[in-house]
T-cell receptor
Framework: AQRVTQPEKLLSVFKGAPVELKCNYSYSGSPELFWYVQYSRQRLQLLLRHISRESIKGFTADLNKGETSFHLKKPFAQEEDSAMYYCALIPGGYNKLIFGAGTRLAVHP | DTAVSQTPKYLVTQMGNDKSIKCEQNLGHDTMYWYKQDSKKFLKIMFSYNNKELIINETVPNRFSPKSPDKAHLNLHINSLELGDSAVYFC????????????FGSGTRLTVV
């Protein structure tokens, strides 16, 4: 079965510190992977897609097929990065976005 | 100009009532979804419609009935509301065959008292 695991419910860091939000997935094929962000009481917004290999707001994520991971990283956290972050996958050929449980990132001044 | 819009934003109602949430997208997408976000912030898909046809029904109780009058609209009707239905419901849309991810609405916070 397809599954996304985000092992940390809460990640608390100080401003300027590096951030890594962990995401592991379980899927035998080639998934499409995404990171979504939800700021307080707002809609989910697409942050990154693995296929585009882009950097948004200083965040990057690399797909590691060997470790089945798609960790989200930022070298220097900002207070405005505080939000819920969801890792998600779409199994190949099946248009259904499956979310992990989410990690709350709290960046302190 | 909102891409995916939901109404109402907030809904407070008593147990046993019937209520509807509406969703509209102006992105020209062919697939729409309903997700439920529970009190622990976990997001779970409920339904998916592609060109007005039901594609995914994730073992949601029969009290929940989605309706898609056209591919730009997907409404959610809930009968006999229960306390456990309290959650935030998100509508989303996507274009099949493209890997741009989903575009989400701003959510409807349903509180059943």
């Amino acid at each position: 079965a397809q599954r996304v695991t985000q092992p940390e419910k809460l990640l608390s860091v100080f401003k300027g510190a590096p951030v890594e939000l962990k995401c592991n997935y379980s899927y035998s094929g080639s998934p499409e992977l995404f990171w979504y962000v939800q700021y307080s009481r707002q809609r989910l917004q697409l942050l990154l897609r693995h296929i585009s290999r882009e950097s948004i707001k200083g965040f990057t994520a690399d797909l590691n097929k060997g470790e089945t991971s798609f960790h989200l990283k930022k070298p220097f956290a900002q207070e405005e990065d505080s939000a819920m972050y969801y890792c998600a996958l779409i199994p190949g050929g099946y248009n259904k976005l499956i979310f992990g449980a989410g990690t709350r990132l709290a960046v302190h001044p | 100009d909102t891409a995916v819009s939901q109404t109402p934003k907030y809904l407070v109602t008593q147990m046993g009532n019937d209520k509807s949430i509406k969703c509209e997208q102006n992105l020209g997408h062919d697939t729409m979804y309903w997700y439920k976000q529970d009190s622990k912030k976990f997001l779970k898909i409920m339904f998916s419609y592609n060109n007005k046809e039901l594609i995914i029904n994730e073992t949601v109780p029969n009290r929940f009935s989605p309706k898609s009058p056209d591919k730009a609209h997907l409404n959610l009707h809930i009968n006999s509301l229960e306390l456990g239905d309290s959650a935030v419901y998100f509508c989303a849309s996507s274009q099949e065959g493209r890997n741009y991810g989903y575009t989400f609405g701003s959510g409807t916070r349903l509180t059943v008292v």
